[in-house]
């Protein structure tokens, strides 16, 4: 303030220089102004708020701290404050020296010092009571427009403010309940409710989602959850509270569904757990059913098994005399007996052979077997076979073969031929009269793939539709009436059908009662690149070679009739022979003669077929001699099991006697 007029008295020094020392540290702002508006002096926090050195400072006018587009008001202003005893007050925003603008309050009064008006201003940066207010503003906004329900009330209880959310909770507009009591949002039953929150909240304590009840404008009750603050005045006095409240009607009615959820859930699991006890009981007796039922099946193979046994060895003892008896010179009548009785056996055999067939599949004993083989063969003999059955029937016979078919296939010819066989059969069986028609057609190829479809149409009895469903299961035949016309066990289909499911296949059929049937077989099979040899070259010659006998074949045979039906067979069919009735003495035979074929029965006594086998390889002198089972035993592994055991081939009781002539036609 050196630009003041001063005294010599001292206690206007004193007192200029106090006021000197306000002026300059001043928190505020202080400028001092002529009348037209130049800067005549400011202060440090002046200095400072506008970036501008004392010397800059005072070479400014008030346009020059104030914003350009109010270059009109601040004129007014200006010219207000010059003319008026009271000064004035105003808001306004003031330009530092890099451009930036900031806001102030500003009061400012004229002063007349040694006859000349002055303009003293008191200027407050108010940027952060603004920032403040704004801040106050924006979380007024909030409260005001929350969805929970924000409210305050004094010590007494009387409410005191009420945003939207209220309103939109309990019904009531701020005109309509600020002044009220908070008794009137609390149900009679919770009227007690109030002084608890209050003297708790005197206490300066806290309540935290504390769920109760509340009444709305229109008596309804609603289910809330409620957060109580204490409010502090100024002084830190506790001189109300601030309560907020949530609306958890919805999720109190979803807790309540939840409960007799997890009520009726637990009654459930309770219920599962009596029930996952009785099927652990239950399976724990299945288990031991299971294993009983295992261990009768077992018994049941191993006795269908022996029963095999037991019935091939006399039945091979009654077809091989039966086919020897045929070689003698017989009367005509004492043909026809014969044909009867090699007819009667063969049916026997046929049965044995269903049964077998169906144990071993139950059992799982029954394996596709994948080898090359000759389609071509097959089928010319079940054209050879049809043709001579329809001829014997006076039926016709139609058959066409696909020009386009692959015959050197890969596959499991023996039961693919069973199948056909058994297709073969049931039409000539269930044919009086008309026709029987065989096909076999390509119906795909990919790569080395072939698909093939075999069919065998017939004019026969038909199926009736009721019986339609029941056709491929086991031991069914179409009614009774039938059953004592047409004989058989009911399996071929039955077995057919498991067997074409091991070779990927299916056989369906397509019928109408009293007009026949038409049965299909398909099949998918790799063609055989490689060189096989037809099956006919297997098929022995009818003229017997001198050459045979100079071949001796060891018989290994404890049946004395079936050792006899075989000696005579082989005797017939020209060739040498010796005979053994146990392993041992076969093992013994072996040292002194020049055996070039052994056949071998499996079941003997002393030494069994497989252990003889395996010591008759041992000895390297006789380890490529062919020895081939001859056996009744027909359920476990059959071929397979021979061959593991150092066999060369099998033929199974009982055979035929030109079965035999081609199995040694085939090693000698």
Avoid at 455 to 467: L, N, P, W
């Amino acid at each position: 303030m050196g630009n003041l007029p001063s005294k010599k008295n001292p206690l206007i020094t004193d007192k200029l220089e106090i006021y000197k020392n306000m002026f300059e540290n001043s928190k505020d702002i202080i400028l001092l102004f002529d009348i037209n508006g130049n800067l005549i002096d400011g202060n440090l926090a002046a200095l400072k708020s506008y970036g501008y050195s004392k010397s800059e400072l005072l070479q400014k006018n008030i346009s020059h701290i104030r914003i350009k587009t109010e270059s009109l008001t601040f004129k007014k202003q200006f010219q207000l404050a010059a003319n008026s005893k009271e000064g004035v007050e105003f808001h306004t925003f003031h330009v530092r020296k890099d451009g930036s603008n900031f806001p102030v309050e500003v009061k400012s009064v004229a002063l007349t010092i040694n006859s000349e008006k002055i303009i003293f201003s008191v200027i407050r940066d108010i940027s952060k009571r603004l920032i403040s207010e704004s801040e106050l503003r924006i979380l007024a906004s909030i409260v005001e427009y929350s969805d929970d329900a924000i409210i305050s009330k004094n010590l007494n209880g009387i409410l005191t403010s009420w945003n939207n959310g209220a309103k939109i909770l309990y019904g009531y507009t701020k005109e309509e309940i600020i002044g009220k009591s908070l008794s009137v949002l609390i149900p009679p039953k919770n009227s007690d409710e109030l002084n608890v929150i209050l003297d708790k909240i005197k206490l300066g304590e806290k309540i935290d989602h504390y769920e109760t009840t509340r009444l709305r404008k229109d008596g309804k009750e609603v289910f809330v959850s409620i957060s109580v603050s204490p409010i502090r005045d100024i002084y830190g006095n506790i001189c109300g509270a601030s309560t907020i409240a949530r609306d958890i009607t919805e999720t109190i009615k979803k807790g309540k569904e939840l409960r007799e959820k997890y009520d009726e859930l637990s009654a459930v699991y309770e219920e599962l757990i009596a029930t996952e006890e009785e099927l652990r009981t239950n399976y724990e007796q299945l288990e031991e059913s299971k294993a009983a039922a295992d261990k009768a099946n077992i018994a049941k193979t191993q006795f269908l098994a022996n029963m095999s046994h037991e019935i091939r060895t006399p039945l091979n003892g009654i077809i091989g005399t039966i086919d020897l008896l045929n070689l003698t010179n017989l009367t005509n009548e004492q043909l026809e007996y014969i044909t009867m009785l090699k007819s009667s056996s063969n049916i026997l055999l046929h049965t044995i052979n269903s049964i077998l067939d169906i144990s071993k599949i139950e059992a799982g004993k029954y394996e596709v077997v994948t080898k090359p083989f000759d389609l071509k063969v097959i089928i010319d003999r079940i054209i050879k076979e049809l043709s001579l059955a329809c001829s014997k029937n006076g039926l016709l016979f139609k058959y066409n073969v696909d020009s386009s078919l692959q015959f050197n296939l890969l596959g499991d010819s023996l039961k693919l031929n069973q199948i056909l066989t058994n297709l073969i059969s049931n039409a000539i069986k269930f044919t009086q009269n008309g026709y029987i028609s065989f096909n076999a057609s390509k119906t795909s190829q990919i790569g080395n793939k072939i698909g093939i479809k075999f069919s065998v149409e017939d004019s026969g009895i038909g199926i009736k539709d009721t019986f339609k469903n029941q056709i491929f299961k086991k031991f069914v035949q179409q009614d009774s009436s039938y059953t004592k016309t047409y004989q058989g066990t009911g399996l071929g289909l039955a077995i057919s059908k498991e067997l074409a499911k091991m070779m990927d296949g299916d056989i369906w059929f397509e019928s109408k009662s009293g007009e026949g049937s038409t049965f299909y077989f398909s099949i998918e099979l790799d063609i055989d690149t490689s060189d096989i040899t037809s099956a006919n070259s297997l098929v022995a010659a009818d003229v017997i070679s001198p050459d045979n006998f100079k071949n001796t074949i060891l018989v290994v045979e404890d049946n004395e009739i079936n050792m006899k039906i075989v000696s005579s067979m082989i005797k017939k069919l020209g060739y040498n022979f010796i005979t053994a009735g146990n392993g041992m003495d076969a093992i013994n035979l072996l040292k002194n003669n020049d055996v070039k074929l052994i056949l071998m029965d499996v079941q003997m006594p002393i030494l069994n077929g497989y252990d003889t086998t395996k010591i008759i390889r041992n000895n390297s002198s006789n380890e490529n001699i062919p020895i081939v089972a001859m056996t009744a035993y027909s359920m476990v592994g059959d071929r397979e099991l021979f061959l593991e055991n150092g066999m060369t081939d099998y033929i199974g009781k009982p055979f035929e006697f030109d079965k035999l002539k081609e199995l040694l036609s085939k090693y000698l």
